[in-house]
């Protein structure tokens, strides 16, 4: 969950604007304590401690939550609704290939199990939604098969993090915008 903030900034770095004053107002600190307490949930998960994994989807829905934050402080109502539709088309194809799979999630791990993120037990002993995927998966390129080393995500996931992008990304820019507004002012 923390590409998106990074490719927010490394956008938001090209355009020009300051990263800096995002960090300077307390409306990102919610987020940013949702992206840590995710960072450890995943630090779990590669010493095989499986045991927050159940709260995952609570989790999920919690931090997407935290960007309202963002979004109702800095108005960024067209911001949120463009990035609204992202998460409606990834929880699409994320729900029909699972209903094409029997319920289940069919995770396709590379580099995972490489950086030992994932290891030949994981699926078994976690007992999750998200399953092995083998030949007989439905929609393969649907299902999470994009292993970054630390997660395998789906296209789906790929659409939801879209809308955190955004969010952040139009963050970045309403604070400078209003950092040169409000400078203006004061020299008139």
């Known amino acids: ?23 300077k107002t307390w409306a990102i600190y919610p987020l940013v304590l949702f992206l840590l307490m995710y960072v450890g949930l995943e630090i779990m998960m590669f010493s ?11 989790f999920h ?8 934050v963002l979004i109702i402080k800095y108005k960024l109502n067209v911001s949120a609704i463009i990035g609204s539709l992202f998460i409606l088309i990834g929880s699409a194809l994320n729900n029909f290939v699972i209903a094409a799979n029997n319920g289940k999630m069919p995770v396709f791990p590379t580099l995972s199990y490489l950086t030992g993120y994932a290891k030949p037990d994981s699926f078994v002993r976690v007992n999750d939604i998200h ?13 999470d098969v994009i292993d970054v080393g630390y997660c395998v995500m789906s296209i789906g996931d790929v659409f939801i993090r879209v809308f955190a992008f955004i969010i952040i990304y139009n963050t970045i820019k309403a604070i400078n915008k ?6 203006e002012s004061l020299s008139e």
């Open 48 to 58: 095989g401690n499986y045991t927050f994994i159940k709260y995952s989807g609570i």
């Open 61 to 68: 829905y919690i931090y997407l939550l935290t960007f309202l």
């Open 131 to 143: 399953i092995m995927g083998s030949g007989i998966t439905k929609y393969k390129f649907l299902s």
């Open 178 to 183: 209003t950092k040169i507004s409000n400078y």
């Open 1 to 23: 969950m923390i590409e998106p903030m990074i490719l927010a900034f490394i956008v938001a770095k090209i355009k020009g604007y300051k990263i800096r004053p995002l960090f």
